[in-house]
Nanobody, 125 residues
């Protein structure tokens, strides 16, 4: 089992920045990748970014967030971060961290095995 706890969400004005954190605990040595998803009201959960947990830490991004979102990791702390810059009202969503114990390049919901509770990001215009 892997437990995930997110932090760092909040209310921010458009154009601002946030850094989300996700701390993993438990059987973290089984993780192949960690990722971030978001779900806006009335919409399906969508992939945002992912990073492989071993090796060079290859990164994957959903096209619409490239250039504004940066995923990074601290293996010693078992923590993954999501830096979000130039926030837009359409970024408003619950952001959820996930861990995959099967895929290094996990970018879909089905490829993840463990999920956090999520953290709310609200962007005001």
């Amino acid at each position: 089992q892997v437990q995930l706890v997110e932090s760092g969400g909040g209310l921010v004005q458009a154009g601002g920045s946030l850094r989300l954190s996700c701390a993993a605990s438990g059987r973290t040595f089984t993780m192949y990748a960690m990722g971030w998803f978001r779900q806006a009201p009335g919409k399906e959960r969508e992939f945002v970014a992912a990073i492989s947990w071993g090796g060079s830490g290859r990164r994957y991004y959903e096209d619409s967030v490239k250039g504004r979102f940066t995923i990074s990791r601290d293996n010693a702390k078992n923590t993954v971060y999501l830096q979000i810059n130039s926030l837009k009202p359409e970024d408003t969503a619950v952001y959820t961290c996930a861990a995959s114990i099967r895929y290094y390049s996990a970018t879909t919901v089905d490829e993840y095995d463990y999920w956090g509770q999520g953290t709310q990001v609200t962007v005001s215009s």
